[in-house]
Nanobody, 122 residues
């Protein structure tokens, strides 16, 4: 059974940085970060799998970095050069079984955390 708990959200000025953490249990093959604004669909931000593949949405490429700790129990999202449009609730998600791609579609993920709010002030 995979469980995910996010932390690290908060408020930051535009241009600043935040690092989100997601402590997970179980053995997911693929992990991702998604975000959602009320009234909009959940958007894939970044994802990685146990094969070392990573994928980023065009909106965050070059600014955000997804990584895992050496103990492989925590997923991170380092967010730099934050913009007001990055404001959203951020979710950690997991897919258990092997796959050879790293999709950023929410439907591909089986387990979800409760979310953490990120607010970027202009």
């Amino acid at each position: 059974q995979v469980q995910l708990v996010e932390s690290g959200g908060g408020s930051v000025q535009a241009g600043g940085s935040l690092r989100l953490s997601c402590v997970f249990s179980g053995f997911p093959y693929m992990l991702g970060w998604f975000r959602q604004v009320p009234g909009q669909e959940r958007e894939g931000v970044a994802a990685t799998n146990n094969g070392g593949q990573t994928e980023y949405s065009d909106s965050v490429k070059g600014r955000f970095v997804i990584s895992k700790d050496d103990g492989k129990t925590t997923l991170y999202l380092q967010m730099n050069f934050l913009k007001p449009e990055d404001t959203a609730t951020y979710y950690c998600a997991a897919h258990v079984r092997y796959r050879d791609d790293v999709p950023l579609r929410a439907v591909e993920y089986d387990h979800w955390g409760q979310g953490t709010q990120v607010t970027v002030l202009s």
